[in-house]
């Protein structure tokens, strides 16, 4: 699969996620500003890697349509729920994310919180909603898994230990020299629970599926999450603010727990290319060519400048 073909393919999941979102984000009787400052952090042109990661592990069991959408689009509720959050100046304080001003910028402080929190609880409400056609037990299942992907044993648990390998509280106000296997743990938490909640959906979505796909899906995603992160620190050093959208070369300032200070920078180009083939190897194993458009955002990723 091509990387033309891949971009179209990702342009055409924002497409059907933007609608649902414009749709959920209606303002009719609900407080303008919040309904704005929401709109502000959905539609800032996010690349929709998680959506498209949900419609292609569900494509892979013949599952498309309204379902997939619907996931899709709650877990990119909940991921630019994360954005705006981590953008806080209680956070990483940040005044520019996706080229546009952070929403606690555009708008204020509390608005940016409440507009986190409606995100976060408005991707439940899509997964609960009646128009979604699954069982009560498959919705159960994805609220579930969705829930832990996102809090305490998932994102929110991650960003924590990111926070105080940064000595920022004041029990505990020295910078942490993280090893490998707590900066694995964090940035698993962090950014690989809800990549890998986007891989692992698709199974949930499929009539029925084998251990060993199920098992192929789980390697593909801890280690498309993997290098998602790394690339994601690589840019950080190597990438162009002006491309990134947001400010860079922070993460050494701010002693960051990041796979750079860890590896080096060669060295964290190796374990990305590591990672990516494990990824690739698992699912192609597994799933054969079906494996293509999974397999290309490995690649898309691996070459990333935003
Ligand atoms: C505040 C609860 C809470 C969690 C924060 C998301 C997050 C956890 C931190 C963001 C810091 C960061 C840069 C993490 C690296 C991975 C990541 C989430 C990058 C942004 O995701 P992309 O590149 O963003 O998919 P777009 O803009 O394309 O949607």
Redesign the pocket.
């Known amino acids: 699969m091509d990387t033309a073909f891949l971009s179209a393919r990702l342009q055409g999941v924002a497409a059907e996620v933007d609608a649902f979102m414009g749709v959920a984000l209606t303002t009719g009787r609900r407080p303008e500003r919040l309904v704005a400052a929401m709109r502000h952090a959905v539609f800032?042109?996010?690349?929709?890697?998680?959506p498209y990661l949900v419609m292609e592990s569900a494509r892979l069991f013949g599952v498309e349509g309204h379902a997939p959408l619907c996931v899709a689009t709650a877990l990119?509720a909940v991921?630019?729920?994360?954005?705006v959050?981590?953008d806080?100046p209680s956070?990483?304080d940040d005044d520019m994310?996706?080229g546009q001003p952070t929403v606690h910028r555009a708008y204020d402080e509390a608005t940016a919180i409440l507009a986190?929190d409606a995100l976060l609880t408005l991707a439940f409400s899509i997964l609960t909603q009646s128009s979604l056609k699954l069982t009560a037990a498959r919705k159960l299942r994805l609220v579930a898994m969705l829930a832990e992907a996102?809090g305490l044993d998932g994102?929110?648990g991650?960003?924590m230990l990111?926070l105080a390998a940064e000595g920022r509280f004041a029990a505990n106000a020295r910078r942490q020299k993280l090893g490998n296997r707590a900066i694995r743990r964090l940035q698993a938490l962090?950014?690989g629970a809800?990549i890998e909640f986007a891989v692992l959906a698709g199974a949930v979505l499929a009539p029925r599926t084998t251990p060993v796909e199920r098992r192929a899906l789980a390697v593909y995603g801890r280690n498309l999450g993997l290098a998602?992160?790394i690339r994601?620190d690589l840019l950080d050093i190597e990438g162009e603010a002006a491309r990134v959208?947001k400010a860079l070369a922070k993460d050494e300032a701010a002693g960051k727990a990041t796979f750079v200070a860890l590896l080096g920078i060669d060295g964290a180009r190796r374990e990305l290319d590591r990672a990516s083939d494990a990824g690739r190897m698992a699912l192609q194993g597994a799933f054969g060519n079906q494996a293509g458009p999974l397999c290309a955002l490995l690649d898309f990723n691996r070459a990333r400048d935003?």
């Open positions: 800032a042109g996010g690349k929709r890697m998680r990119e991921h630019c729920y994360s954005l959050h981590d806080l956070m990483d994310r996706r986190g996102a994102m929110v991650g960003q990111d962090k950014t809800l998602f992160q994601d959208g935003h």
